[in-house]
Nanobody, 123 residues
Framework: QVQLVESGGGSVQAGGSLRLSCAAS????????MGWYRQAPGKQRELVAI???????NYADSVKGRFAISRDNAKNTVSLQMNSLKPEDTAVYYC?????????????????WGQGTQVTVSS
């Protein structure tokens, strides 16, 4: 399987910035897409931003213009730069990756989640 380890997060005042990073590890895999989801208390998990191996990106409307996702395909890492943070950005942020485990005949699809990292924005 593929393991995801997140770093970053923490507490910041409104208007501040944070950077999240995530590294994927495992054996014989290729990643098609990596991204970030978040879940606030009492709410469903939602997509924040995602990026494909071809650098196509997709953002939630609520973070467009404030967040930027980037990835390093060679290192299997993804980062999320979060600027102009708002209290409503407070949530647990989860790294996500989807791709294939390389096998002899055909790749075996996988998707993996990180353990989550807390982001708290105070007003």
């Amino acid at each position: 399987q593929v393991q995801l380890v997140e770093s970053g997060g923490g507490s910041v005042q409104a208007g501040g910035s944070l950077r999240l990073s995530c590294a994927a590890s495992g054996r014989d895999f290729r990643i098609n897409a990596m991204g970030w989801y978040r879940q606030a208390p009492g709410k469903q998990r939602e997509l924040v931003a995602i990026i494909t191996s071809g650098d196509t990106t997709n953002y939630a409307d609520s973070v467009k213009g404030r967040f930027a996702i980037s990835r390093d395909n060679a290192k299997n890492t993804v980062s999320l730069q979060m600027n102009s943070l708002k209290p409503e950005d407070t949530a647990v942020y989860y790294c996500y990756a989807a791709g294939g485990l390389i096998r002899a005949i055909i790749d075996r699809p996988f998707d993996s989640w990180g353990q989550g990292t807390q982001v708290t924005v105070s007003s």
